[in-house]
């Protein structure tokens, strides 16, 4: 169906509800001739918990925060102007559980949780499970998979089974908040461990081997369903609730300005590192197992084969480590850090990215001091010197995945675009593009919100299709090249 013609007068507004584990934000996105302007209608931190030795979100702080920032954005707007609608995403794998009216059965943990410890080495340590679960679902063994997540709590409260009726992941379960409509969403739903692979629907072996009754689960709508109306919030009657890609990382890889050919490489880098590229196909087999390669998907069904680096995560826990003061409170001080940082020479000992024990250690700076010692190398003196060592070893973190991918497909990446907070780094972009041999282009963009909000914009039939929204986004982009050193 052909898209409406948008006259020079008529502008859409859309909200993105854009939630990450460090921090959530309400973004208004104002759509008129074929440009899109984003504000910023709310911003807060977000954290999760720690109660006796388990974490927790803050399930109710964040849907106030949500209600808050969504009145603010109707709030915002010209006289007389409405929200067309409303899309969430979020971090992946974390989830609710609920009875059929809607209620929480079960606290909602956090997915750097070490519970899930037991259960990763147990698969990790079945060689024909592994494979099997990886051949069924294209997702590796990861720490925080919903998979291991929903397995431990059903062996830690049997009685779920009879509490709980549905399992929602968290944009789900906001947009069940929104709309009253339980949906499970693809994008989210492929982060999990428990999607098919080869289908739109959930993996029978998956299910199985984890013992997740699939009663608490329907079959994954496509990104762009209308959910319902928005209930409840105060300037926001007849806003419509989209299902965007419910997955951050998918809506971030949305807004990438990319080639058509496929030869770019795609790096949203904030909390983690996610390096992956768009296909038709899913990457399988031994090598794609080994180097941990997750088939996660778009938002139309087709496949974003990415491998998780761990991110600036390292270096928000390093500065918690360093003291109060260590973390810069103002973008100009956050400039000087990372200006200073670059000054220094390029680090000769690296730390070893892919080690598990990065995901949640009591303290991040003994851990990567550790590390140093083992190689006979001195841990950084201050703030600048883990700066410029962590940028370093994300780098090289970023070229090795490259490397791997290149040889797994035989595509060749030309370029890599990055999004995302690191995007805001000259050191973390040029020595990504040192390690990895290729241009970094980075781009001033708030890739998630841009990617939930093109989602939106197609679904209400104001813009034509992805690749047309890209183009228009890439006509007034402002971009910056880090040619290789
Ligand atoms: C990023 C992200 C990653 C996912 C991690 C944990 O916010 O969604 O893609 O692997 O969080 O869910």
Known sequence: MAAKPTSKTTTTYCAAVDLGATSGRVIVGAWQNNRLKLTVAHRFPNTFRTLNGSDYWEIGALWHEVQTGLKKAAESLPRGKKIASVGVDAWGVDYVLLNDAGRLVFPVH????????????????????????????????????????????IDAAPAITDLATRCLFLPDYFNYLLSGTMANELTIASTTQLLDVRSNDWSRPALDYFRVPSSWLSKPVLAGTRLGSVKNIPGLAGAKVIAVPGHDTACAYDAMPAAPDGSDLF???????????????????????????????????????????????????????????????????????IDDAARLPASKVLIDVTDPALANPPSMKALIDAQLRKKKAAPPKNVKGYMRLICDSLARGHADAKTAFERM???????????????????????????????????????????????????????????TFRKHLAAHLEQKVYSPA
């Not at 899930?116 to 063994?141: C, D, K, S, V």
């Not at 995302?420 to 963009?445: E, M």
Request: aromatic share 6%; charged share 20%.
């Open 267 to 337: 790096l949203s880098s904030g909390t983690w590192s996610l390096v992956g590229f768009e296909s038709d196909t899913p990457v399988l087999g031994p090598d794609a197992l080994k180097a941990r390669v997750a088939n996660e998907r778009i938002g139309d069904g087709r496949y974003r084969p990415l491998t998780n680096v761990i991110g600036m995560w390292l270096l928000e826990r390093t500065l918690l480590d360093l003291g109060p003061t260590a973390r810069p409170k103002t973008p100009e001080v956050w400039d000087k850090l």
């Open 110 to 153: 956090a997915y750097r949780d070490n519970r899930t410890q037991p259960g990763l080495r147990h698969l990790g340590n079945t060689r024909a499970a592994l494979e099997r679960i990886y051949a069924a679902t294209g997702i590796p063994n990861v720490f925080y998979n919903s998979s291991l997540q929903l397995a431990e709590t």
């Open 409 to 467: 497909t035989g595509r060749e990446f030309k370029r890599i675009l990055i999004v995302g907070g690191g995007s805001r780094s000259p050191l973390l972009c040029q020595a990504t593009a040192n390690a990895a041999k290729v241009p970094v282009v980075s781009f001033n963009l708030e890739g998630t919100a841009v990617g939930n909000i093109a989602s939106q914009l197609i679904a209400l039939k104001v813009v034509k299709d992805k690749a």
